[in-house]
């Protein structure tokens, strides 16, 4: 085991009714808040009124700031520390998924910074302090509600990067199972790949004696594994949601990466393939996991057969250790099908054109840098292209 | 699953080396420490010195308050409070096991508090706050260091009482395994059976539709289970001791009983063998949770079956449940016995003569009340003396 540095100050409020008191449980920290959000989804829903009503009830002035769109852009961003501080805002709510939530983040610190807030996410500057971020999570996916990341498109320059402060971490987020009932089939597949992208990202490390972060990465796999279908079923099993949401939440905490190196190429490839094609997190996850896991496995073949045996379910029957792994990719593999996801690069309506790009933008190559990604196997842009050819 | 509430905002900084950064660590956060903690242990192995250094090297000032002993004292805690305010201490550093924080989140808050802060412990007072306590843990057992809960003697009258608030969360958690190296066996058994109970508490419970939680709890108590007993033929197996000691965090940090009704009935049924016999109190729990799992067992069957299968790893073809539950709580009694615990009241060195007046004290009607206690099956005082018999 790795030493460690754990922080996961985030409090989650979970259950139903919970977004009822969200003006109660700000009331403390806030004098003003910046409400921000997508589209119109949670006017539909009638979850806009009811976030007014318990500001309003609670005394809390407001600003608003909606047209969050998926894969955030700092475009908006840029509008939101304007108007923070014009407005004299001291909180940030935001109401939705991870979209409004980095974009929150990116928010809650830009505040603070007289140069654009993008040079975080480009050059990984260091921040001393960020507006509290509370929220209301509307689609379980990312973890954001949980953790000190953000991801934000600079739609200027067609990147997309990432961020992570341990002042970005929430101050509360409200979690009521209820509030997913009406997502679409495909954003709930998509938000399962991503929750469980979280989780191989840290489990797949080599390092080792690690029994309790493993045995926690491989429970919280199982549990998502064998409650997703039954939203497919059901978009409304309230129980099945309440264990999709919180572990999407204990996805990316933290916890389950302590102690461990962690990879991480995965979610790397993944933002090429958002940045060019806007395409799904989600979707792209679980297009090149598979791929990457075919790429990598001989690296580590004990990790994977792990995987195998205690993820997916595999007996110890099969003849070696090499059938056990594709045995277990194969079976992740199925999984993403029945969950209606797509399989291969051209499903996710890409072709050959851009790939050496991507793979070359991916690792800095396009940019005059050469670097790795990755944790247990270090992968070069030819390395990442393999996979993204892997993929098709 | 439940509605829950889920704070942890305790930093665990965990590893070799960490107890050398504690100034460095406190430093933003305080000027002036109450450098807090037991005997002559940490004096004798160096850390006492190692911590005044780090203090020192980061211009931190302090006074100190030794003598915590197991089953800390109201009395000391009084001189605690005294301490703080004499010499405007803004920050508790406890240096030991769950008595030396348990005292200083005592102090923590009585500073606060004009009357005396037993009144918290008997009368259940809400508190607002609290001066922040950093820990450097020297015992993994009572997860104190990540929890809001704390536990003091009344010498005086001979109680020990629980209490608990958001408040009490620790401000950062030092945790070097290798502090662990010199406790002795006994030491390391209570331990065990302290953090193993705690999970138990939150584990076995009437509620359903909690897979992640249970999943959760089953993998901590397994990495406990298989950790532990290297522990005795190695003290100094740092890697066992890495696993046992973040176990014990996250088995009282308050993660695995989210969305769970929680039990804690052998808890508050060995605070009277701990208030009476000053008995260690890992050492009570071991005698106490077999004989409660036989008393409650037939109430949830398909719990302690579970608990058999997927903690115990008792095989599916036993012929029934109830066989398949008695292995398991019979395989649980074989754990404690090799690591060496107390199987029996009389190894504990207690007889007859007070089980009645335990039993009563344990559910109030000793002092005029009739409380039951417990979560999956409500206890009376005289199902507490039955299963105290059981013990027997």
Redesign the interface.
Known sequence: ?????????A????????EKKIGELIKPHTKKVLLHYGGGSIKRSGLYDTVVKSLLDNKIDYVELGGVVPNPRLSLVHEGIKLCREENVDLILAVGGGSAIDSAKAIAMGVYYDGDVWDMYDKGLPIEKALPVAIILTIPAAGSESSGDTVISNEETGRKYGYGSPHLRPLISVMNPELFFTLPKNQIANGVADMMSHIFERYFTNTT?V???D??C???L??II??APKLLENPEDY?AW??IG??GT?AHNG?LG??REQDWACHGMEHELSAAYDVAHGAGLAVLTPAWMKYVYKDNIDMFAQFALNVMGVSKGLRDKEALVKEGIARLQEFYRRMGLPQTMEELGIDDSRLEEMAQKCTGHFYGQENKIGGLKKLGWQDVLNIYNLAK
């Open positions: 085991m790795l030493n460690f540095d754990m922080y996961m100050p409090r989650i409020v979970f259950g139903r009714d919970t004696n029994d309790l972060t045995g926690l491989e429970t919280t199982r549990t064998s409650n129980n309440a264990e919180f572990a204990v916890l302590m102690g």
